[in-house]
């Protein structure tokens, strides 16, 4: 029995671990063949220790695994050459390109009045301006195939929501809602089909860190991971503290397949109804 992506190509940004890494794996488990990307060094503003090439080579081995082909490169979403080479260079390899998932981005904290402006902008440049990058290297390969194609950007319940010290990261992910209306708009024609995902928080390095937990626990003076839980918890409508990457990596393989082939302009929350919260 072949799987639902059998014979497809999906470009992932942001693959070294976490939600990039778990796409990349079932996306694999499904059939499709990986074009990964992802920066593995540290970004100055971003306060917790970011992905390594040690990781990137982790994604690769699990993809293998899989006997699934893969591609995978060290590069920046805020360069736009750096990554369209890197994504060229796949999709010779791999022959096509079908799906796109969108998914590099960093976190950090501050009140908007009082963040540094190179925190401001490192966000934006990766959060928005990335996935824009992503999109732009992707569409004319996936207009050169003709088969029409998946676009799946990945956003958050905070750009469905206002969220207080994290400003700029609101900003940010509410302009890929922006963005992927307008490129729904844009590539219907090519049936190219564009959506958003917009997780609450996901039990990924990005929110299991300690400047996270002092967050939303600042009555502590170094408090772990227990003891940000119920703040974590609170967040949500249903009694979890967080959500899995596997529940986006399921989301996201629904928008990729057929299943979904009139499904686009679409945000989609896997939330635990944060939004409704």
């Not at 736009?80 to 079908?98: F, P, S």
């Not at 626990?217 to 979890?240: G, H, I």
Request: glycine share 8%; proline share 5%; net charge negative.
């Amino acid at each position: 029995m072949t799987g639902r992506l059998e014979g497809k190509v999906a470009f992932i940004t942001g693959a070294a671990r976490g939600q990039g890494r778990s796409h990349a794996v079932r996306l694999a488990q499904e059939g499709a063949d990986i074009i990964a990307v992802d920066l593995c060094r540290q970004i100055d503003s971003v306060p917790y220790p970011m992905a390594t090439p040690e990781d990137l080579e982790q994604t690769v081995k699990e993809v293998e695994g899989l006997d699934r082909r893969i591609v995978a490169t060290q590069a920046d979403v805020r360069d736009y050459e750096a990554l369209k080479a890197a994504l060229d260079d796949g999709v010779t390899e791999l022959g096509r390109l079908d799906i796109v998932a969108a998914n590099a981005g960093i976190s950090s904290v501050g009140r908007a009045d009082e963040m540094p402006e190179q925190t401001w902008q490192d966000m934006i440049d990766t959060n928005l301006t990335g996935v824009w990058h992503a999109a732009k290297a992707a569409i004319p390969h996936l207009k050169a195939g003709g088969r029409g194609g998946s676009i799946v950007i990945t956003s958050s319940a905070a750009g469905l929501m206002a969220m207080e010290n994290i400003g700029h990261y609101v900003s940010a992910k509410h302009g890929l809602v922006g963005l992927m209306r307008t490129l729904a708009l844009e590539l219907a024609p090519f049936s190219i089909r564009v959506n958003s995902l917009h997780p609450t928080t996901v039990n990924t390095p990005m929110i299991q860190n300690a400047p996270t937990y002092a967050l939303f626990r600042p009555d502590l003076e170094n408090p772990t991971a227990d003891d940000a839980a119920e703040s974590f918890r609170t967040l949500n409508a249903l009694p979890v503290r967080w959500v899995e990457p596997i529940d986006i990596s399921n989301a996201l393989l629904f928008l990729a397949s057929d299943e979904a082939r009139y499904i686009t302009g679409v945000t989609l929350p896997i939330d635990a109804g944060c939004i409704i919260k």
